[in-house]
C-alpha cells in the first residue's frame, strides 16, 4: 500500500467488540488519517494500514477475533502495518498465560509475533495502571521523537517475546517489560500501553503510525 504527502493514509480499526473505538479512531483522525471501523475483514483488502485496539480478557479477545485472524495474517504477510494497542498487541503473540490462570484453557494468539504474555510477580501491584517511562532499546520508526517519555498503561500481563530483537521498548515496574514490540519485519507492532491516552507522547507514535501507513 502506499500514499502521498498530499493523500491521508486509509487506515481500519478492527471491531471486534472489545476496543476503545472512539477514543483511537478520534487520535488517529488527529494524527491525520482517514479511519473506517470494520467489522469485516474484506475492508483490509484496500487499507494502508490496520489498528487492532483492545481491552479485556486474551481468551475472550482471540474468541471474537476469530473471524479476522486468516485476514490479519494475510495482511501482516503481505508487509501492511498492523498496530496492535493494549490486549490487542498481547493477541499479536502467540499464547498468554491469562487463559490458564483465567481456568479458560489454550487460547492462540495471531503468532505474529512469536512469544507468550506473562503475568506479573504475586509481590506486584496488578493492574500496572497510570504513568510511565519508556526506555527505547532499538531503531523504529514507531518510536521516532519519544524515548524517555510518559505512556499511559492498564495492565496485568506483558509480552515476553521469544526473540529479544522484537523488544523495541521497556518499560520499568519491578521487571524491565517489552512496553512495544514489533514483528521482524519491523510492519507489525504494538504498544501494551494506551497511545489514545498518552497525551503528546501518545499523539507522536500515532503519528509516526500513519507516516509508516504512507510509505
Known amino acids: 500500500m ?24 478520534r487520535g488517529l483522525e488527529r494524527a491525520g ?17 490496520i489498528v487492532l485496539p483492545g481491552v479485556g480478557a486474551f481468551s475472550e479477545g482471540m474468541e471474537n477475533a476469530g473471524p479476522f485472524r ?17 490486549l490487542g498487541m498481547q493477541m499479536l503473540l502467540t499464547s498468554s498465560e491469562e487463559a490458564d490462570h483465567a481456568g479458560q484453557g489454550d487460547a492462540e494468539g495471531l503468532d505474529l509475533i512469536p512469544g507468550t504474555n506473562e503475568r506479573f510477580d504475586e509481590d506486584q501491584t496488578v493492574p500496572h495502571m ?5 526506555d527505547v532499546q532499538r531503531d523504529h520508526p514507531l518510536v521516532d521523537g519519544v524515548d524517555g517519555e510518559y505512556a499511559y ?22 521487571v524491565d517489560f517489552p512496553s512495544i514490540v514489533a514483528n521482524e519485519a ?12 498518552s497525551g503528546e507522547t501518545g499523539l507522536t507514535i500515532l503519528r509516526n503510525f500513519v507516516e509508516i501507513c504512507t510509505e
Open 186 to 197: 519491523g510492519n507489525v507492532f504494538g504498544t501494551q500501553f494506551h497511545p489514545e491516552k
Open 153 to 174: 498503561f492498564v495492565h496485568s500481563y506483558y509480552a515476553s517475546p521469544d526473540d529479544d530483537g522484537a523488544v523495541v521498548a521497556t518499560t520499568d515496574y519491578g
Open 130 to 134: 497510570g504513568w510511565n517511562e519508556l
Open 33 to 49: 488519517a482517514d479511519v473506517d471501523i470494520v467489522e469485516d475483514p474484506a475492508a483490509f483488502e484496500h487499507a494502508d494500514g
Open 70 to 86: 486468516d485476514a490479519l495474517v494475510a495482511a501482516a504477510e503481505d508487509g501492511v502495518p498492523i498496530f496492535g494497542i493494549c
Open 2 to 25: 502506499s500514499g502521498t504527502a498530499q493523500t491521508a493514509a486509509e487506515i481500519v480499526v478492527v471491531d471486534y467488540g472489545l476496543g476503545n473505538l472512539r477514543s483511537v479512531t
